[in-house]
């Protein structure tokens, strides 16, 4: 079968001349017309997401979910949610996949399942349910006046206690995310061997690996450490505690060997707030742990002390100084991937670039990460360079994180004083997940080609102009750069194998690297990462005898003077 060659039959890093591209199913294009996207509907496109250049899909889950976090809050991880269409639409969709050469990524939530799946029904029936320890159960602790709390301060992710208190057994559970989401006891055994379980029903179909959703979570500090907040005892990060903790690369290694190593499929491993040297180690190919993480630096350089939603513009030297620590310190031993979109990420272009200069902001941000070592992961609608919505109504909002950071944010009173209401919704214009998550804009129709009856959430009102149909058509758009971009990866072996050096201009905006294997040409990448005009510094950081290979302006190069957003790739000449 086609499908055992094209997992089996590569080289085991594969992965590292490839480019992935994300599908989040619920957005991407719905062939029944119920106004969510499918699996149906992702076939339909296979052909356009070929021919980006791309080896391989990783698809955000489709399997049984109440849609507490659609679909990160599994309930059966063997089936296919209705929403999304049937077992058979999924084994068609493989097929297709990989009788174009595209490999399938599945998403793995492991950390926490969803309060409807049966092992956590069976856990909170009794505390003396075989699968109790299946979860994390903590009685009480009592306050002041003997009224029950929470076992410690640790908040959730998703704002307020980590903790749920569960009225029958009069225990505690832990969610590091919803209170529909508790988190997964991965001390024991029995759970572990039961994922690994449902892992394998996938691999035996073929799906060629999986992206790990916060895996570095799985190993928490034993006794739940209290993590004491100040006097006005708001909730504490949890992070110092479940992130990275003392038994994960134990874990790891074991579901190497249990579940990938035997399908020769690949691990993929969110790791929020990893270390560069936990990243080296997690990755490095004998420790045989992770192939590729995603780290969270370039996402938090526009947090401000108040984090995600303390909103403030990132300059390019934060961004670049990110790269630089991770390029460097991964060298040639850890793997990583780039990215600057996913489905919890606001849209690249309103975020680090200009809106002014869309095209110009989304080739020269692109090229910049995409030309460094790992992998990248493009998107969906990031190619054709799609912005956020201007969300101004609660009614527009679908996401679980924005919606909580809402109603917390309206109840904290110094928040509210502090920002007020326009200032929470400038948080939530900048920041909600649900800019990522409107439909994939196909063409100018009224549901932008996503569906011909309705949608779930709301279509961008900007794609009458921003659309797969527009950018097709017009050789200089952004999404046939993102084509050659990533044609030009794959044929250029410095970009995956070479060292790289960054460089110093001597203008905050202008910045660059080289890539190069010692005693050969170089390749020279250099942006202004500002929307002013630069006059070209009179020291250059690179050769006079060069050739221009990629631009972000289709017009060449004006001698001099670099354009907003004006990006250069040359070759050195030999
Ligand atoms: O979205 C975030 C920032 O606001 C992250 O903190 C995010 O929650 C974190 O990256 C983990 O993300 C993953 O797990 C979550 C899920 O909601 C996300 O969609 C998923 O990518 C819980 O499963
Ligand atoms: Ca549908």
Same mark, same amino acid.
């Given at each position: 079968?086609?499908?055992?060659?094209?997992?089996?039959?590569?080289? &085991?890093?594969? #992965?590292?001349?490839?480019?992935?591209?994300? *599908?989040?199913?619920?957005?991407?294009?719905?062939?029944?017309?119920?106004?969510?996207?499918?699996?149906?509907?992702?076939?339909?496109?296979?052909?356009?997401?070929?021919?980006?250049?791309?080896?391989?899909?990783?698809?955000?889950?489709?399997?049984?979910?109440?849609?507490?976090?659609?679909?990160?809050?599994?309930?059966? =991880?063997?089936?296919?949610?209705?929403?999304?269409?049937?077992?058979?639409? $999924?084994?068609?969709?493989?097929?297709?996949?990989?009788?174009?050469?595209?490999?399938?990524?599945?998403?793995?939530?492991?950390?926490?399942?969803?309060?409807?799946?049966?092992?956590?029904?069976?856990?909170?029936?009794?505390?003396?349910?075989?699968?109790?320890?299946?979860?994390?159960?903590?009685?009480?602790?009592?306050?002041?006046?003997?009224?029950?709390?929470?076992?410690?301060?640790?908040?959730?992710?998703?704002?307020?206690?980590?903790?749920?208190?569960?009225?029958?057994?009069?225990?505690?559970?832990?969610?590091?995310?919803?209170?529909?989401?508790?988190?997964?006891?991965?001390?024991?055994?029995?759970?572990?061997?039961?994922?690994? /379980?449902?892992?394998? #029903?996938?691999?035996?179909?073929?799906?060629?690996?999986?992206? +790990?959703?916060? *895996?570095?979570?799985?190993?928490?500090?034993?006794?739940?450490?209290?993590?004491?907040?100040?006097?006005?005892?708001? #909730?504490?990060?949890?992070?110092?505690?479940?992130?990275?903790?003392? !038994?994960?690369?134990? @874990? +790891?290694?074991?579901?190497?060997?249990?579940?990938?190593? %035997?399908?020769?499929?690949?691990?993929? /491993?969110?790791?929020?707030?990893?270390?560069?040297?936990?990243?080296? !180690?997690?990755? &490095?190919?004998?420790?045989?742990?992770?192939?590729?993480?995603?780290?969270?630096?370039?996402?938090?350089?526009?947090?401000?002390?108040?984090?995600?939603?303390?909103?403030?513009?990132?300059?390019?030297?934060?961004?670049?100084?990110?790269?630089?620590?991770?390029?460097?310190?991964? /060298?040639?031993?850890?793997?990583?991937?780039? @990215?600057?979109?996913?489905?919890?990420?606001?849209? +690249? *272009?309103?975020?680090?670039?200009?809106?002014?200069?869309?095209?110009?902001?989304?080739?020269?941000?692109? &090229?910049?990460?995409?030309?460094?070592?790992?992998?990248?992961?493009?998107?969906?609608?990031?190619?054709?360079?799609?912005?956020? $919505?201007?969300?101004?109504?609660?009614?527009?909002? !679908?996401?679980?994180?924005?919606?909580?950071?809402?109603?917390?944010?309206?109840?904290?009173?110094?928040?509210?004083?502090?920002?007020?209401? &326009?200032?929470?919704?400038?948080?939530?214009?900048?920041?909600?997940?649900?800019?990522?998550?409107?439909?994939?804009?196909?063409?100018?129709? %009224?549901?932008?080609?996503?569906?011909?009856?309705?949608?779930?959430?709301?279509?961008?009102?900007?794609?009458?102009?921003?659309?797969?149909?527009?950018?097709?058509?017009?050789?200089?758009?952004?999404?046939?750069? =993102?084509?050659?971009?990533?044609?030009?990866?794959?044929?250029?072996?410095?970009?995956?194998?070479?060292?790289?050096?960054?460089?110093?201009?001597?203008?905050?905006? +202008?910045?660059?690297?080289?890539?190069?294997?010692?005693?050969?040409?170089?390749?020279?990448?250099?942006?202004?990462?500002?929307?002013?005009?630069?006059?070209?510094?009179?020291?250059?950081?690179?050769?006079?005898?060069?050739?221009?290979?990629?631009?972000?302006?289709?017009?060449?190069?004006?001698?001099?003077?670099? !354009?907003?957003?004006?990006?250069?790739?040359?070759?050195?000449?030999?």
């Amino acid at each position: 079968m086609q499908s055992i060659v094209l997992s089996s039959g590569g080289e &085991a890093d594969w #992965f590292r001349k490839a480019s992935f591209y994300q *599908i989040y199913p619920r957005s991407f294009h719905d062939s029944n017309g119920d106004g969510i996207g499918d699996l149906r509907g992702i076939e339909d496109k296979l052909d356009y997401v070929k021919d980006l250049g791309v080896d391989a899909i990783w698809l955000c889950p489709i399997y049984s979910s109440p849609n507490d976090d659609n679909g990160y809050d599994i309930s059966d =991880y063997r089936s296919i949610h209705p929403d999304f269409g049937t077992m058979a639409d $999924f084994e068609s969709l493989l097929e297709s996949m990989h009788r174009r050469g595209l490999r399938l990524i599945m998403d793995m939530v492991l950390n926490h399942s969803s309060d409807q799946h049966d092992w956590f029904r069976a856990s909170r029936s009794s505390r003396g349910d075989a699968k109790r320890n299946w979860y994390f159960w903590s009685p009480p602790r009592r306050g002041e006046h003997g009224e029950k709390e929470p076992p410690n301060h640790w908040g959730s992710f998703f704002s307020g206690s980590a903790w749920a208190w569960d009225e029958k057994t009069e225990e505690y559970y832990l969610h590091l995310f919803g209170k529909k989401q508790p988190d997964l006891n991965w001390e024991n055994a029995d759970l572990r061997d039961a994922l690994y /379980g449902e892992m394998r #029903f996938w691999l035996a179909k073929g799906v060629d690996g999986f992206r +790990l959703d916060v *895996i570095n979570l799985i190993s928490k500090a034993p006794g739940f450490p209290e993590n004491r907040p100040q006097a006005d005892s708001s #909730f504490t990060s949890p992070m110092p505690f479940v992130a990275d903790g003392p !038994r994960l690369e134990e @874990y +790891l290694k074991e579901m190497r060997q249990k579940v990938f190593k %035997p399908y020769k499929a690949i691990a993929i /491993g969110e790791t929020p707030g990893v270390t560069v040297e936990a990243a080296k !180690r997690y990755t &490095a190919p004998e420790s045989e742990e992770l192939d590729i993480l995603f780290q969270f630096e370039l996402m938090d350089a526009d947090g401000g002390a108040g984090g995600k939603w303390d909103h403030r513009r990132a300059a390019p030297a934060d961004l670049e100084q990110v790269m630089r620590r991770w390029q460097e310190g991964l /060298g040639r031993v850890g793997w990583n991937s780039l @990215y600057w979109n996913n489905h919890d990420q606001p849209r +690249l *272009i309103s975020r680090f670039g200009d809106k002014t200069y869309r095209e110009a902001s989304g080739k020269a941000l692109a &090229a910049f990460l995409y030309l460094q070592k790992g992998s990248p992961f493009i998107y969906q609608g990031e190619e054709i360079g799609m912005l956020n $919505f201007p969300f101004r109504a609660l009614s527009e909002l !679908r996401d679980i994180e924005c919606l909580n950071f809402i109603s917390y944010a309206c109840a904290d009173e110094s928040f509210w004083e502090k920002r007020g209401e &326009a200032g929470i919704w400038e948080a939530v214009r900048a920041k909600s997940r649900d800019n990522a998550r409107t439909p994939m804009q196909w063409d100018d129709s %009224p549901l932008a080609g996503f569906s011909d009856s309705s949608s779930w959430i709301a279509v961008n009102p900007n794609a009458s102009a921003i659309n797969v149909r527009e950018a097709s058509g017009r050789e200089s758009s952004i999404l046939n750069f =993102y084509r050659k971009l990533i044609r030009f990866r794959k044929k250029e072996p410095l970009i995956s194998d070479g060292g790289i050096e960054f460089f110093d201009t001597g203008l905050p905006a +202008l910045r660059g690297y080289r890539r190069y294997e010692e005693g050969g040409p170089s390749l020279y990448v250099a942006a202004n990462l500002g929307s002013e005009m630069l006059e070209e510094p009179p020291k250059l950081p690179w050769p006079e005898a060069r050739q221009l290979v990629l631009g972000s302006y289709a017009d060449g190069q004006k001698s001099g003077q670099w !354009r907003p957003w004006e990006l250069r790739v040359w070759h050195e000449a030999e």
